[in-house]
């Protein structure tokens, strides 16, 4: 198979579904987006990156004619990630499916870094996946169900020390997953934890990826293909419909068996 074919798969419990994925812009975020439109589901995406935003949005228009909108989000601001939820919400009814996508792994080090800093990479990280989450809830108990998926990463598995305080934030995430899910289980709300490998997205290849870096990827890889952003979005999209019912509280991993 392609390194970067797209299934096939439908699941027709998506279809006319609204799905709210953060950070949908650019990267692993602008692939769900895309895979959730040719589901037929209706797409609301939130990002920082206005050109890209509108970009991405007015070619999926134009491919699928289907529901989908971007509304500019800085997820720093809770009242504006929560503002753009209800504008969700006006638009394409009740959201049933979460994607806590947004993240920024910029380098950082442990011995310079400052109380202003860490605070910032957590209000990026990790803030914005409880308070979407809140906001959410009475929207998906109407709905009778939803599915909110955070993405974590194996950065902190594999003990990576070039950027501690985005470790932590997504480490919290497994932890934050879990809570939730067994408050919100009550009321058939799934909540699981998505974690990609490192996937070649176009930020990955520009900026952090070098000759020593896919060598190191593929010694500790036991598939040796690269990831791409569609594998992460094959498994989005099971996660978020009726096919995965039962599945919640959980970490799923796809990083071809790194960790």
């Known amino acids: 198979m392609s390194e970067n074919a797209i299934s096939d798969t439908q699941y027709p419990s998506l279809k006319a579904r609204h799905v709210f994925i953060t950070g949908g812009a650019t990267g692993i975020g602008a692939t769900l987006v895309a895979r959730f439109c040719r589901q037929r589901a209706r797409v609301t995406f939130i990002d920082i990156d206005d050109q890209a935003g509108e970009a991405l949005c007015q070619k999926l228009l134009a491919e699928h004619g289907y529901e989908l909108q ?6 720093r601001d809770v009242d504006q990630l929560l503002n753009s939820i209800e504008q969700a919400n006006a638009a394409f009814g ?19 870094l400052s109380v202003e800093y860490w605070d910032e990479r957590m209000a990026v990280n990790l803030r914005p996946c409880f308070f979407a989450a809140q906001a959410v809830v009475p929207q998906m108990k109407r709905s009778g169900g939803g599915s909110i998926i955070n993405m974590g990463s194996i950065s902190w598995r594999v003990k990576q020390d070039f950027m501690p305080a985005y470790t932590t934030a997504k480490a919290a995430i497994e932890g934050l997953t879990r809570t939730l899910a067994r408050h919100h289980g009550q009321d058939e709300i799934r909540v699981n934890t998505l974690i990609p490998g490192w996937v070649m997205t176009d930020k990955q290849l520009s900026c952090w990826l070098d000759a020593d870096n896919m060598k190191n990827i593929h010694n500790n890889q036991c598939l040796k293909q690269t990831l791409q952003p569609n594998d992460i979005a094959n498994t989005a999209l099971f996660l978020a419909a009726d096919d995965s019912r039962m599945l919640t509280a959980q970490s799923i991993i796809v990083d071809g068996g790194w960790v």
């Open 70 to 75: 971007f509304i500019h989000c800085d997820i």
């Open 94 to 112: 009740d959201i049933s499916v979460l994607i806590n996508n947004a993240a920024d792994d910029t380098r950082h080090d442990t011995e310079t």
